[in-house]
Every structure is written in C-alpha cells, then in structure tokens.
T-cell receptor, first 114, second 112 residues
Framework: DTGVSQDPRHKITKRGQNVTFRCDPI?????LYWYRQTLGQGPEFLTY????????KSRLLSDRFSAERPKGSFSTLEIQRTEQGDSAMYLC????????????FGPGTRLLVL | SQQGEEDPQALSIQEGENATMNCSYK?????LQWYRQNSGRGLVHLIL?????REKHSGRLRVTLDTSKKSSSLLITASRAADTASYFC????????????FGKGTSLLVTP
C-alpha cells in the first residue's frame, strides 16, 4: 500500500511565477480531491475528479487555479501568477466510489510565495 | 467555507487522562469524520460515523453523533504523548456527497 503521494513536498516561488503540483492517488481509487489549508485553519475543498472528469470546480479560489487529471490516474494543480496569499499547504486526497467513504490524504505540498 | 466548529480550540492534558473534543456543524450530513494532523503534515483518518449511527468505537477512540443537535464528540481515553496533534471534524453534506467540510480543529497537547 503506497498511499497518496504528492510532489514536491515544498515549493518556494516568487510572486508572479506559475507553479504546478502533482498528486498520485491510491491506485484503485477513482475519486481524487484537492484541498488548501492555511495556517491555523482546517482544509478547504477546492475541486474533485471522478476518473478523468472534473465534477466540481466552482470552489477553485480564482481563475488562476486549474486542475487536470488527463488519464484518470495522477492529477496536477496549477496556480498561475502566484500571489503571496497563495502561500498554504495544498493537500490531495483520494477515495473509492460513493462519495460517502473515507478520503485518504497525501502529505501535502507546502507553498511559499515570496 | 468552514462547516464545523471544534471546541475547545486548544486542550492540554497529562498522559493517562482522557481528552474530549466537540464539533458542531450546520447542515444535514451523510456522515461525520474525525482526522488527526501532526504538526504541518497530512491528515490521518481516525473514524467515520454515519448519520444513522449514534456512537462508534475504535481502540481508544469513542465518537458520538447527535444529529438533532448537529454535534459530535471525540473522546480519546488514556492519552499518550503521541496523541499530541490537531484534531479535525469533517462533514459530508447530504446535498453534495463528496466534499469534506472541515472545522478549524482542536490542538491537543499531551504532556508526559
């Protein structure tokens, strides 16, 4: 059991740069979720996929945020023109079908925008 | 938006004592889950309780759910220093069925 993995674990970038994060879910899980967590807060839902279909993206924080899951396996989250307010932990989770079951989280990517 | 509210925000106890954390939420739910997060790391799932269940146990953990009061509690018995972490409740709403809605968490410190 390899669990959910995320890469990179840490990213430091300058304001205005684009960044891309990768998430590899548990292999038999067809649902994949992205969350953002800022300091002192609980995770905040951003978007989710069922297989390659992005079924909810209205809660992405702005049009600078986009996510893909082209082959229904790994997913990428891109932030364009980063701002200091984007500094946060970005968490990925996966689950089996049904939407009511446990979501398994990866270790997260910590982003710092200077 | 945050759905749940945990109480207390911070809790400090000694090893061997019990720790109780509470969670309140606002909308109808399918289930409520508790997660643990060690400093700056990913979340670990602890326990899931469905909306038609009232109590659930897992090892030293006991969770209760009162849907009429829209509240839940997590009890950790015989706490250990390794239980030091932040604990979050998260709900899955009846009308969405996918997104976890987290509270701000309770920070638990267990001292030897």
């Amino acid at each position: 059991d390899t669990g959910v993995s995320q890469d990179p674990r840490h990213k430091i970038t300058k304001r205005g740069q684009n960044v891309t994060f990768r998430c590899d879910p548990i292999s038999e899980h067809n649902r994949l979720y992205w969350y953002r967590q800022t300091l002192g807060q609980g995770p905040e839902f951003l978007t989710y996929f069922q297989n390659e279909a992005q079924l909810e993206k209205s809660r992405l924080l702005s049009d600078r945020f986009s996510a893909e899951r082209p082959k229904g396996s790994f997913s990428t989250l891109e932030i364009q023109r980063t701002e200091q307010g984007d500094s946060a932990m970005y968490l990925c989770a996966s689950s089996t079908p049904g939407g009511k079951e446990t979501q398994y989280f990866g270790p997260g990517t910590r982003l710092l925008v200077l | 938006s945050q759905q749940g509210e945990e109480d207390p925000q911070a809790l400090s106890i000694q090893e061997g004592e019990n720790a109780t954390m509470n969670c309140s939420y606002k909308t109808s739910i399918n289930n409520l889950q508790w997660y643990r997060q060690n400093s700056g790391r990913g979340l670990v799932h602890l326990i899931l309780i469905r909306s038609n269940e009232r109590e659930k146990h897992s090892g030293r953990l006991r969770v209760t759910l009162d849907t009429s009061k829209k509240s839940s509690s997590l009890l950790i018995t015989a706490s250990r220093a390794a239980d030091t972490a932040s604990y979050f409740c998260a709900t899955v709403n009846s009308n969405s069925g996918y997104a976890l809605n987290f509270g701000k968490g309770t920070s638990l410190l267990v001292t030897p």
